[in-house]
């Protein structure tokens, strides 16, 4: 019997070897060895082109999935831009609005890229509510002659600043006396920020202004 061993390869890669066999012993001619180095080519070259295939395969899989996400980032950010643009215009109105008639002015600001989640309208309620608490303080209670809110975030969380340059006052003294937290307003914003999961930070002074940080959570209890 003989046997012939013809090596497979792709691209100077080897991949296998091609047997051949048979009962009869005899001596391979030339043009029949010749014919198997051709098909094993060939075997070398299926291969290749299916490896190729499936690679090509996997990475428009991937282009696509790609493609897909840039889609979607797209209509989230427009859907959140939408979304913050409305509170801006709230809280732009609300600061105005408050402070009607005062001597003072009134400042606002909020980044353009800044983004809203979406469906987030309790969250944008309560923003809203603490800001309307916050700017009521300084009309009212602070003597203030200008105020200034500023409206930020990143990745997790949106942060509402609300500095005035009042008369001020003594958080520890307020809080710890019976009805003037409420009078304040201090009780009604961190019940407000303890809500949606948030944390409240009151800085004020004696003749030295108050500034009133409000940090909260996109993704809060019922968010």
């Known amino acids: 019997r003989f046997h012939a061993s013809v090596p497979i390869y792709a691209s100077a890669t080897p991949l ?24 094993g080519d060939q075997i070398g070259l299926a291969i290749q082109r ?12 991937r282009l696509a999935t790609i493609e897909e996400r840039n889609r979607l980032a797209r209509e989230i950010h427009d859907t959140l831009a939408q979304g913050l643009a409305a509170i801006t215009l709230q809280l732009e109105a609300l600061a105005q609005q408050d402070c009607e008639g005062a001597e003072l002015t ?15 309208t ?7 509510r603490i800001a309307q608490e916050a700017l009521a303080n300084a009309c009212k209670h602070a003597g203030a002659q200008h105020i200034e809110m500023m409206l930020t975030g990143d990745n997790e969380y949106v942060e509402l600043v609300v500095q005035d ?59």
């Open 122 to 128: 309790r969250l944008e309620v309560g923003i809203y």
């Open 106 to 120: 009134v400042q606002f600001s909020c980044p353009p890229d800044l983004t809203f989640p979406q469906h987030s």
């Open 165 to 223: 340059d009042g008369r001020g006052f003594d958080p520890d003294r307020v809080t710890k006396i019976s009805g003037e937290g409420q009078h304040f307003g201090l009780t009604g914003m961190s019940e407000r920020v303890k809500l949606l999961e948030g944390t409240l930070s009151i800085e004020s002074e004696l003749g030295a202004g108050t500034r009133i940080v409000a940090r909260v959570p996109y993704r809060g209890k019922g968010q």
């Open 50 to 61: 299916a490896r190729l295939s499936a690679e090509h395969t996997v990475a428009a899989a």
């Open 16 to 39: 296998g070897v091609l047997n051949v066999a048979s009962e009869d012993w005899r001596e391979l001619l030339p043009e029949e060895l010749q014919l198997l180095h051709i098909i």
